[in-house]
């Protein structure tokens, strides 16, 4: 269902808000199905029961593939960027992607994979990932994509956390002008996997890796004599889709788990409405299949639409700061879908190396991942949209399987900073600390959504208890998102960042209690805390205050880039702190309760009042803190 000008948005917002059961009846008509739905929707956020299309079975790869051969068999489904730009690209046809995702489903399945197992991605952005990610939807396999940056720890821990019997990466990866050794650390992490009975190794740089006997086997040798056809599996509506892990306020990353059915319709029903593509655009979204926007719009919207979509293995400065341009500029890109750290790291680079391209292909530009700050929403607009091109700001979240809250590209207006208004199906609620609904406009509150929609992760995986207590808790009956948000005087929505411990590092979510735990393994430290403050580039920075056992023992540096060391190894590098300072004592409650506020607006270089210190069992420690700080 695509809505095409603003009275028809408003008509299916009303629409889904007051017969949802109609509305999503007629959007899924729109898929193939084995068998239809007994029921569309049932369940809500106190019984936590959530189910979307019932007694219907389907296979989401014969949406994304088959459904497409007959019109769409010899359009272009996927081109491949390397990451060297003079490495010749790859192009896949509907025909060809379907070929090859049959190919690697009969790989897994000659490995011993059946409906519901666990399958661990640890790879770089190569093909194969993405044809490995449905190969096991075709196969009825569980896939968990663990994003090629995260450590041997990290990845042991989740591995281990799904229970997955088969782990696919690769030798190394590329990664600008660097090389990962990803299947040393796989090889790394397994020591502590027990359960791991095949690895699938996908040769990129060739390095010289090490093959255990039996368990180890090189992929594409598989691939190349595995049939080119297989039968999808049969699945149930609520049959797992995938687990994806994400960070919290608390405790190990969470393992979110997606359905089938219902983050079908959602990836489908939000990819066409929010991106408007025409049948010849050509779409890329510079995300990593690791994360969820590479699930739901690298991977499984724009194929459900039979869209043409670009992947890229590289990084946007390499070989130079122009590569976006020139990949843009080469393919002929129509929508182009990039987080604001990206935007504001090329905006802080020679303004030639963007001009020098051509890009009068672009006709619409999307955000993601974290608040999109005025001046980049305005260069964005002006320097690479030349101001011809809408601008969509996306805000969602693993847990929300797609996007919430969005312009809809030339049908709803853009407006700098915003996302601005819900998509159908999705009813924002503001509420302030005691949970009370803040109504009116404009407001400022916490964000939370009323009733459940299709593409809501349905628990933690082996964890139901642990999804009630961390979403349906804080406001009884609502989901709570952990971020903040303003709604203006026309009822549009701007996220202003998360409320909660989680810090949004260059749109990577990053739990500060994690992070603490990394530098609480240090010998030296007896207690940390962690808080986020602004960084011009990344959104966020990671700020540490450490206590330490010995302070005679430390030297400034030191202490950073050992207490990096630990961080890159427990959870990998993109959690490490910009800045530590050592203190010999945290503001605490009469409760023990660490107070962040305080050390928040420090960590900000922020001289305003601190609020009420007066319950804190150690007011003295603030002054000693702020000195150190240099305030
Ligand atoms: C933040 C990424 C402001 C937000 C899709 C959210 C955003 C978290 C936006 C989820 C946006 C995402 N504007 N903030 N357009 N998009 N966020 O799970 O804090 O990796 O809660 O999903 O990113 O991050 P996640």
Redesign the pocket.
Known sequence: MKLTSKAAYQEAWAEALNSPEAFWDKVAKEYSWHKPWDKVCSGDFNSLDIKWFEGASLNITENCLDRHLETRGDKTAIIWEANDPNEKEICLTYKELHADVCRFSNVLKDQGVQKGDRVVFYMSMVPELLTGVLACARIGAIHSVVFGGFSAQALAGRVNDCEAKIVVTCDEAFRGGKTIALKAITDEALESCPGVEKVLVRERTGAKVTYKEGRDHKLMELLKDASTTCEPTEMNAEDPLFILY?SGSTGTPKGLMHTTAGYMVWAGFTFENVFQMEENDTYWCSADIG???GHSYITYGPLLKGATTLMFEGVPTYPAADRFWDVIDKYKVTHFYTAPTAIRALMACDIELVRKHDLSSLKVLG??????NEEAWEWYHKEVGKERCPIV???????TGGIMISSLAGVTESVPAH?TLPMPGIQPLLVDAEGKEVSGSPAEGNLCIEKPWPGIARTIWGNHDRYKETYFTTYPGRYF???GAKRDSESRYR?T??VDDVI?VS???IGTAEVEDAINEHENIIESAVVGFPHEIKGQGIYAYVICQDSSKIEGENIQKELNAHITKMIGPIAKADCVQVVSGLPKTRSGKIMRRILRKIAAKDTGDLGDISTLLNPEVVDEIKKGAGL
Do not use: K
């Open positions: 994400t994360w969820i926007t955000s993601v991942g974290e608040p999109i700001d996306t805000w969602w979240q693993t847990e996302a998102t952990g971020d996220i960042g998360r949004n749109g990577h979510r």
